[in-house]
């Protein structure tokens, strides 16, 4: 039954596109049909045709070449009818009609040039009728109003249809009362009943299980529905809702076990990203970066408009396609492309205002002042304070200075995107150009971008297609002085901006440079003016980046599901980085100038060879994938350091120095060669199987360690197809999967399974000498960090599929850690490369997409992820040794680990006693003794300090709500971390001892006699465990998008000529709500902020517009 329906399908698809191109071939005809022409009735029209036992559709395909009739009729209508034979030589239609009707049992209705073919129910055989037809046109378009080429309108119960031009718009010939189906691919189709009008035009809405329906998965595609591993993906409109700089910070909280974090706030700043937890304890723990097919990529260099989709492969089972680079997860970036279709012309802009957020409190000229006389006279109550007469009139008349608001501002942030995009049946392209501007909120520091897109793809033939896709991106980073807000921080806020006097300075010991007050007392020879050092003639950091990213590829397809690709790829990253102090910089301090540049090349060629067979045969849906691919790698830099530059110039003057501090250069050559297969199978559409197999060989280790392979395999079973669950009516969807990998982590340093010397200047007899030294011993057993995991994962769906949820359990064991060891110093060397350790993360991950309100007019959808995460170290060192103190290491703990004497508050005046047998006095920090043996020790055996707490989230979640109310949409994006502990940074940089720097502090509820606070210790305290107070709870959460947009509806955009123009308001970091307060800093760095560009709040306006 299942193959007659499908042939029937066929034959009807065949049938349609026919009569639709005769359609068009008779346009003009119609319209003057329409006109003035008189319909010949079938009684009229004289039929010659001789036919033998034919199938009846075949009889009415042969009428429509010699008539100006059309057949119309349903695929059930003529199902079973018998064979029919025709012998006419110049009979009537009407009467070869009859005898047609009298073989078939099937009846006749005329409509003027179209017959309509039912099955007989005793009534006339053949009805002529004749009244006019209805004419109705209109337009296609999209949710946006952007026009839908190639939409399908045909009428319901018929064969009968059309499809729209490249604008969208459509005309076509019905009876009065036959409904019209609209139908697009991805979105839901219309049925609308035809009454007396001429015109329709129809806006039709996404089908979301069609949007979700394919992923990217490596070498391919699959429909989500056909997943066995854990994917977790997002569409360009997630992206673009949030506006973000950098391409990472568009995951942030959108897919679940995806841990992002911004470095810093610096512009331009880049993010760190973990799937499911840390892999690896000596290297990298990023993902790969694959990008339109070019693996080894940096977000960095992209556009986030141009981005179409980022797919996540986040289990061994989806990752194991990648082999040796996929044990941190694998990250696939598609970039749009070209679309059939008119030429449409799209910009994406936004104009905003950085600023400054978490700014600290720090203390005003008063308190300052107040603070060190108790300091100075706290040591000798017979002490003189010495203050200058400006100090002390800055301080008497009620003036301060906060340098932190001397040195930063609020800032503009701009973006341009205009895109080019078409093509018709057989080429499409697309062609883009970008600009941003991102201005930093300390003075003088920048991010711009600029970027350059272009693709294309071309079917020859019926066998070959070409295409390319081509990246540039160039940007210029300018960073400022890492001093300047370390200055800001600590400089006395009794101090002076400018001198009045600019012959004259005012202060003791203080010098005057161009103006400004340069402190030189002896006690700040570490502080001087923040704004010296963000004047361009002090202080220069600047990064120049270009990068290119291409592949052309040529696919033949020979025989009908068989397909061969043949790709070549191309990444190029080219890097200076410039860095100039002037005479007048603080790290000179009244020295000759000095300079440096670091340059940096890296370069990668892929070829890769794809061969795609897919089969379907009844209950059986096979799709086989096998990859060659050879990858090339070259990395280049070099290094030149000077000082005692001539005069105040800058980096590209380096010829002028007199002295030359460091030169160097390096070159590293890698390669690596894999061969793959997948395999995805399918049985009945309710059992589903993947098998995966990857072998590779890297250059990177010694020989016989080259090579390994990593398979994995995975099982899913649509168990909601079954009859005993669609009975208990709780299901809309129902899948369980189950999958195995396992995966490799090819980051090991070139060389390092080999010994080498390098080239070492000494001194012999008086005279300089030359010779080679060894520089380290080669592992030639060093081997692959591997993974293995299983992953468990239920598809769930509720009410119609309104509401869907996703759960993955996993539990990876990472195998070989690579770790530099220390060996005897007598060697010669401090540590070898080995395989030391064994690590395990395991987590569960939750995804529920809800659809909570829907209306004609008003939506409300709802998406939650959550995830946590359990890392261990299972073994050191061959298990050896239960604890690495020096790099943090510890069995039965997590990777970065805060490990530190546990603060017990503040020795207090009654317990003076007590804190002198620890040393200390009253004011100062009280940390456990953990042993209780009266000793604050970090000696080996007697050791106080404890794990304190961890870098890493215990469990993570991002809530989104998206509301449209007609032309309105709103969304609210919140994200939170919970269960992580860093080290305030500003914290250890402003809490130093009062008495011996005179610097600036934060304005803090500090312990004095009157004032016996547990919160924090006295200003004058050298207190040795300072730092235990520094580990702070950074559990956040985050308000971190607010969107509102307003879309034109269709009528106003066709009078402005706009397809689809939308206008925005958007808030990006506005609220964030953490538990220990105090922190000054945004929780999400673990570092803090004390050298980097304060955090920040966004507020901008933006427009999506399309013609």
Known sequence: MKKCLLKHVIYMSKLFTLAFALQCLSMSLLLAWNGNAQVKSIEDVNVYLLLNEVKVETAFKELEKITDFNFVFAGREIQNSSLVTIESDGASLYDLLVSIATQTNLRFKQVNETIHVKKSDQESLVEPVEYDAITISGKVTDENGEPLPGATVTVLGTSSGTVTDLDGNYSMTVEEGATLVFSYIGYIAQNVTISNQASLNISLEPDASALEEVVVVGYGEIK????????????????????????????????????????????GSDYTIDIRGLQSIGFS?????????????????????????????????????????????????????????????????????????????????????????????????????????????????????????????????????????????????????????????????????????????????????????????????????????????????????????????????????????????IKDTQVNNPLTEVAAKNFQDETRVSS?????????????????????????????????????????????????NDFQFNGSYTWDNILNYKFKTGLHDLNFTAVQSALQERFESSMIRVENLAYNSSFYALNTASQINGVGSDLVERSI??????????????????????????????????????PSAAIAYRIGDEAFIQNLNLFSDLKIRLSYGRVGNDVVAPYSTQAYLNRTAYDFDGSPAFGYAPRNIGNSELRWENSEEFNLGINMGFLENRVNTEIELYNKKTNDLIQNVAIPTSLGF?????????????????????????????????????????????????????????????????????????????????????????????????????????????????????????????????????????????????????????????????????????????????????????????VWQNNPFREAIQYKDASFWRISNITLGYTLPPGLLNTIKFSNLRLYGQANNVFVFTKEKNIWMDPEFNSGTYQDDVPHSIFQFGVSASF
């Open 224 to 267: 989500k529905s056909d997943l066995t591993g854990a994917v977790g993906s997002i569409d360009s409109e997630d992206i673009i809702r949030q506006n973000p700089v950098q391409a990472a910070r568009a995951l942030q909280g959108q897919v679940a076990g995806v841990n992002v974090n911004k470095i810093n706030s610096r512009p």
């Open 285 to 521: 723990n990023e993902p790969l970066i694959v990008i339109d097919g070019v693996m080894g990529g940096q977000l960095t260099t992209l556009n986030p408009s141009d981005i179409a989709s980022m797919d996540v492969l986040k289990d061994a089972s989806s990752s194991a396609i990648y082999g040796a680079r996929g044990a941190n997860g694998v990250i696939i970036i598609t970039t749009k492309k070209g679309v059939q279709g008119k030429t449409k012309v799209t910009y994406e802009g936004y104009a905003g205002v950085k600023t400054p957020a978490f700014l600290p409190d720090l203390m005003n000229a008063q308190e300052f002042y107040r603070a060190y006389n108790d300091v100075v006279l706290a040591e000798n109550p017979n002490a003189q304070v010495i203050w200058t007469t400006a100090q002390l009139e800055n301080v008497q008349n009620g003036r301060s200075v906060n340098w932190v608001d001397q040195v930063t501002d609020p800032s503009l942030q701009t973006s341009h995107v205009i895109a080019l995009s078409g093509g018709n049946e057989n080429t499409t392209h697309y062609f883009s150009a970008g600009y941003l501007n991102e201005r930093g909120n300390v003075l003088h520091t920048g991010f711009e971008r600029f970027n350059l897109k272009g693709s294309a793809d071309s079917k020859l033939n019926n066998v070959v297609k070409v295409g390319f896709n081509t990246y540039y991106t160039h940007s210029i980073l300018s960073t400022g002085s890492f001093e300047t807000l370390r200055n800001a921080y600590r400089a006395r806020p009794t101090g002076t901006i400018y001198y009045d006097d600019l012959s004259n300075p005012t202060e003791t010991n203080d010098k005057n440079v161009d103006g400004y007050a340069f402190w030189m007392g």
């Open 548 to 596: 290119f990213l291409g592949n052309g590829y040529v696919e033949l397809t020979p025989l009908e599901g068989l397909t061969f690709k043949s790709s070549l790829s191309a990444s190029v990253f080219n890097s200076r980085r410039g860095e100039f102090r002037g005479a007048d910089s603080k790290s000179r301090l009244n020295r000759l100038p000095s300079a440096g």
């Open 673 to 710: 060669m894999s061969y793959m297969g997948r395999l995805n199978y399918i049985f009945n559409e309710k059992y589903l199987v993947t098998l995966t197999g990857r072998y590779d060989g890297s250059s990177v280790l010694a020989e016989g360690n080259q090579w390994a392979f990593f």
């Open 830 to 1018: 401090g540590a070898i490369t080995s395989n030391v350790g064994k690590l395990l993360n395991r987590g569960i991950e939750v995804t529920i997409n809800s659809v909570n309100v829907q209306t004609q007019n008003f939506r409300w959808n709802t998406t939650v992820n959550f995830s946590s995460n359990h890392n261990e170290i299972l073994e050191l060192y061959g298990g050896t040794v239960q604890e690495d103190i020096a790099n943090r290491l510890f069995v039965g703990y997590s990777l970065r680990s805060n490990y530190y004497y546990e603060f017990d508050g503040i020795w207090q005046l009654d317990e003076a006693e007590e804190a002198l047998s620890y040393g200390q006095v009253p004011g100062s920090v009280k940390v456990v003794d953990q042993n209780n043996d009266g000793l604050i020790s970090s000696s080996e055996g007697i050791d106080d300090r404890v794990i304190l707490g961890n870098q890493l989230p215990k469990w993570m979640a991002g809530i989104n709500n998206m509301f449209t109310y007609k032309d309105w949409d709103l969304s609210i994006f919140v994200y939170t971390r919970q269960g992580v502990q860093f080290r305030n940074s500003l914290l250890q940089g402003t809490m130093g001892d009062l008495g011996s720097n005179r610097y600036n502090r934060l304005n803090l509820n500090y312990w004095t006699e009157t004032n016996p606070t547990n919160d924090y210790y006295g």
